[in-house]
């Protein structure tokens, strides 16, 4: 079946401006993860949703970041004002149930570049 | 917090040698272990996995053990192909309300040369 998938799947905007990002999880997929990976680092976590809801942002590194999932399904990450440092590529992850037990079937990621 | 180190990188090696990447990690509870590996212009999958002390997790000639008395998730080959070359990722779940939210480490880069 279809995979984690990602749009865009590159991000070219300017500083100051709004992007969204979006990730179509595994159907039947409760959990959804997001993730972002610098370069030459590993992917950090920055929010989980449980369903509808958004069950731990913790990672979420300022009040510019924001992330919905209004019908359990598809997500949307949200950057206001994007400054040079918010690019990265952003990755997103779906697994069965949210659990440690559970692997997490990541998408292709969103490459973004803030000039 | 918890933590995870890997070895530095990156690591180069002929076709059939044997590969060790070492990981550590910190963590409160009982964490369940992963190794992930990101192929060139491919997304992130998973390798292998580990739920509990002592457990061996193995998949496509790779393996790891958990060792909770070392805090450690090594990953091991036998004989490495071309085709293994990649980044591996050394990766933590923890238990309890974490809710299966990954902390990963730096990633290891695999070179295999014929």
């Known amino acids: ?115 | 917090g918890n933590s995870v180190t890997q070895m530095e990188g990156p690591v180069t090696l002929s076709e059939e040698a044997f590969l060790t990447i070492n990981c550590t990690y910190t963590a409160t509870g009982y964490p369940s272990l992963f190794w992930y590996v990101q192929y060139p212009g491919e997304g992130l999958q998973l390798l292998l996995k580990a739920t509990k002390a002592d457990d061996k997790g193995s998949n496509k000639g790779f393996e790891a053990t958990y060792r909770k008395e070392t805090t450690s998730f090594h990953l091991e080959k036998g004989s490495v192909q071309v085709s293994d070359s990649a980044v591996y990722f050394c990766a933590l779940a923890a238990g309890g309300t974490s809710y299966g939210k990954l902390t990963f480490g730096q990633g290891t880069i695999l070179t295999v040369h014929p």
């Open chain 1, 1 to 115: 079946g279809a995979g984690v998938s990602q749009t865009p799947s590159n991000k070219v905007t300017e500083k100051g401006k709004y992007v969204e990002l979006r990730c179509d999880p595994i159907s039947g997929h409760t959990a959804l993860y997001w993730y972002r990976q610098s370069l030459g680092q590993g992917p950090e976590f920055l929010i989980y949703f449980q369903g509808t809801g958004a069950a731990d942002d913790s990672g979420l590194p300022n009040d510019r970041f924001f992330a919905v999932r209004p019908e359990g399904s598809v997500s949307t990450l949200k950057i206001q004002r994007t400054e040079r440092g918010d690019s990265a590529v952003y990755l997103c992850a779906s697994s069965l149930q949210a659990s440690s037990y559970n692997e997490q079937f990541f998408g292709p990621g969103t490459r973004l570049t803030v000039l």
